[in-house]
T-cell receptor, first 113, second 115 residues
Framework: DQQVKQNSPSLSVQEGRISILNCDYT??????FLWYKKYPAEGPTFLIS?????DKNEDGRFTVFLNKSAKHLSLHIVPSQPGDSAVYFCAAFDSGGYQKVTFGIGTKLQVIP | DAGVTQSPTHLIKTRGQQVTLRCSPKSGHDTVSWYQQALGQGPQFIFQYYEEEERQRGNFPDRFSGHQFPNYSSELNVNALLLGDSALYLC??????????????FGPGTRLTVT
């Protein structure tokens, strides 16, 4: 049972344009949502988070939007840069239950110069 | 500020053997979680250690065991290795009870190959 779903395995975007990565979840108990970025041969790096009581969180070029009713979140990167090329994992956390992070399978983003 | 470190970087073992992977958490962190990432998949939670005890466990068999030491470092042990255990093993550290306990910091991982 995949509780966090990333349905797009890959995405290509031109440098300077917006990248939008999408994620859906099924478990209503999740109260924090996270995005991680992973380069080859490195561990995932925490990027940005959002609490379930918010619908938007912004950090520089990165903005995460949460639609609780649709159980959907998205990560916007504006403007996209070649250094953003990596695998992006959507993840979720249930602070009241298992203290674990549940990951999606990732979306590979390629930013074309 | 030292981040999460893992050793070894790569490991090749034969089916049926046993392996031990090591992790040192980020300075100031007291909780260590282990994940298995198979090729093309997201990290899958194995278990979490806090105060030297296993606090949570994912859907992994008893062949997977762990330990946390008083200095918060941790080991992951896998017995009777199977070909399917070949994966990247990630260690993540966090601070329990903090307002951001969901923010886990990952090490670079140990690539285990079972032949």
């Amino acid at each position: 049972d995949q509780q966090v779903k990333q349905n797009s395995p890959s995405l290509s975007v031109q440098e300077g344009r917006i990248s939008i990565l999408n994620c859906d979840y099924t478990n209503s108990m999740f109260d924090y949502f996270l995005w991680y970025k992973k380069y080859p041969a490195e561990g995932p790096t925490f990027l940005i988070s959002i609490s379930s009581i918010k619908d938007k969180n912004e950090d520089g070029r990165f903005t995460v939007f949460l639609n609780k009713s649709a159980k959907h979140l998205s990560l916007h990167i504006v403007p996209s840069q070649p250094g953003d090329s990596a695998v992006y994992f959507c993840a979720a956390f249930d602070s009241g239950g298992y203290q674990k992070v549940t990951f999606g399978i990732g979306t590979k983003l390629q930013v074309i110069p | 500020d030292a981040g999460v470190t893992q050793s070894p970087t790569h490991l090749i073992k034969t089916r049926g053997q046993q392996v031990t992977l090591r992790c040192s958490p980020k300075s100031g962190h007291d909780t260590v979680s282990w994940y298995q990432q198979a090729l093309g998949q997201g990290p899958q939670f194995i278990f979490q250690y806090y105060e030297e005890e296993e606090r949570q466990r994912g859907n992994f068999p008893d062949r997977f065991s762990g330990h946390q030491f008083p200095n918060y470092s941790s080991e992951l042990n896998v017995n009777a290795l199977l070909l399917g255990d070949s994966a990247l093993y990630l260690c993540a550290s966090s601070l329990a009870g903090g307002g951001s306990s969901y923010e886990q910091y990952f090490g670079p991982g140990t690539r285990l190959t079972v032949t």
